[in-house]
């Protein structure tokens, strides 16, 4: 397995999710998940869920700058950190954002979210 390979797959799969139907990430996140967004913590896959499906904006186009990744731990997770812009429908500037997910293995051979943190960089 290659972790670039699933990073770069991940965040393709993962952005590609939110601007079409945010609601549908929420088999990407168990309940055990955590997502920090601008600070506020929020744990498990229905909340996390709710918090981005209640986002002040309908639609939104990510355009991705880097993806780094470096394996975690012994049970073969993985640190995926994202920055890039992030258009709002109706908006004349792109935001620019952070993101770093923490990808933990399923015994079916894919990956969920275990921990994701969200963050607007504010110039």
């Given at each position: 397995?290659?972790?670039?390979?699933?990073?770069?797959?991940?965040?393709?799969?993962y952005y590609s999710t939110f601007?079409?139907?945010?609601?549908?990430?929420?088999?990407?996140?168990?309940?055990?998940?955590?997502?920090?967004?601008?600070?506020?913590?929020?744990?498990?896959?229905?909340?996390?869920?709710?918090?981005?499906?209640?986002?002040?904006?309908?639609?939104?186009?990510?355009?991705?700058?880097?993806?780094?990744?470096?394996?975690?731990?012994?049970?073969?997770?993985?640190?995926?950190?994202?920055?890039?812009?992030?258009?709002?429908?109706?908006?004349?500037?792109?935001?620019?954002?952070?993101?770093?997910?923490?990808l933990m293995p399923t015994p079916?051979?894919?990956?969920?979210?275990?921990?994701?943190?969200?963050?607007?960089?504010?110039?």
């Amino acid at each position: 397995m290659d972790p670039d390979a699933v990073a770069k797959a991940f965040v393709e799969h993962y952005y590609s999710t939110f601007d079409a139907n945010r609601a549908n990430l929420g088999n990407l996140y168990q309940e055990t998940s955590m997502l920090t967004f601008e600070g506020q913590k929020i744990q498990g896959s229905a909340n996390i869920v709710s918090k981005l499906t209640s986002l002040p904006f309908q639609q939104c186009q990510h355009s991705i700058t880097t993806v780094d990744c470096q394996p975690s731990g012994p049970a073969g997770g993985m640190l995926v950190f994202v920055s890039g812009n992030l258009q709002l429908a109706g908006e004349q500037h792109a935001l620019k954002f952070s993101q770093m997910f923490h990808l933990m293995p399923t015994p079916q051979g894919s990956f969920y979210v275990l921990n994701d943190i969200f963050r607007l960089n504010y110039a």
